[in-house]
């Protein structure tokens, strides 16, 4: 996958995503999945966890065990209904921000979660270096991903009904900025970027509108849960989740030190009333409502 200088981002600025994909119960099932893989993956405690891609907040009350929780999205209204659903807690820090310039110093996080985000972007392995550079080492981190070699993409391509192989690594953009991937891509994505792979898990084997209207999302759930163990031997569902331990490279973050500039990453930045300011760049970074803004510099 090459290098952009300044690759897309999706932005839910305005969407009510919460709403209208996780709502009305259609998606019930996958989401009781997806706590079942996150349950699993998760350490038992821990001290500092980043979110990332957050959205309005639906798993971050599964991260019991952590004693701070930073929720970090592109839009800032989605980290708005998260702030309303979860409220202003010392345990919450709000931010909006660009995956690809993460604000925060290096070696930070002793966790991090990436719950379907990464389908996002462009440029995955960029995102996932900027991951392992604010983990500190031996961290642990959980990645889920939209999987392109699952059986109903190998069926479709056998019919001819689609014309992307699932068998290829390289990524497919099935719609603007919502890419597929191969697990053998993202295993060596990981790998380079200094992430060593302890666990996969194969999620929503039954995401299939005849199945959940003929059972309950409970039932598919828990059989769900089954079949997810096979994940060491294969990977054939459309969602994956893996975790994996940050390696023996790089530093921990000195006691206090947080943000960072994304413009020219001085980690001085002096807190005002309303905006964080950087002394290397002069840049200005607004803090409204709670919500630390770096999308763009005031």
Not at 171 to 197: I, Y
Not at 198 to 203: A, P
Not at 253 to 258: I, L, P, R
Request: aromatic content about 12%; hydrophobic content about 40%; some cysteine.
């Amino acid at each position: 996958m090459g290098r952009m200088t300044k690759p897309p981002v999706c932005d839910y600025e305005g969407s009510d995503y919460q709403d209208s994909f996780w709502g009305g119960g259609m998606r019930d099932y996958e989401d009781r999945a997806e706590a079942i893989a996150l349950k699993r993956l998760l350490p038992k405690s821990g001290k500092l966890l980043l979110e990332l891609g957050a959205g309005a907040g639906r798993n971050t009350p599964r991260y019991t065990g952590f004693e701070r929780i930073v929720l970090l999205d592109f839009s800032r209204t989605q980290l708005q209904q998260a702030q309303s659903r979860l409220g202003r807690s010392p345990k919450y820090t709000y931010v909006a921000a660009d995956i690809y310039r993460l604000p925060f110093v290096d070696g930070l996080f002793d966790a991090a979660t990436m719950i379907r985000t990464l389908h996002h972007m462009a440029d995955a392995p960029l995102a996932l270096r900027q991951v392992r550079d604010v983990m500190q080492p031996g961290g642990t981190f959980i990645l889920e991903y939209a999987n392109k070699h699952n059986l109903k993409a190998m069926l479709r391509y056998a019919l001819k009904s689609q014309t992307w192989s699932p068998n290829s690594l390289k990524p497919v953009e099935f719609e603007e900025l919502n890419f597929d991937f191969h697990p053998r891509s993202v295993r060596s994505w990981l790998a380079a970027c200094d992430f060593k792979l302890q666990r996969q898990l194969t999620v929503s084997h039954f995401r299939m509108g005849a199945l959940k209207k003929l059972f309950p999302p409970s039932f598919l759930a828990t059989i769900d849960g089954l079949a997810s163990l096979t994940g060491e031997w294969w990977q054939l569902s459309p969602s994956v989740f893996t975790r994996s331990q940050a390696g023996a490279n790089g530093q921990t973050a000195t006691a206090g030190a947080f943000f960072k500039c994304p413009a020219c990453k001085n980690t001085n930045l002096l807190e005002q009333t309303d905006h964080l300011a950087c002394p290397g760049c002069g840049s200005k970074w607004a803090v409204r409502d709670g919500i630390y803004d770096f999308k763009e510099a005031i």
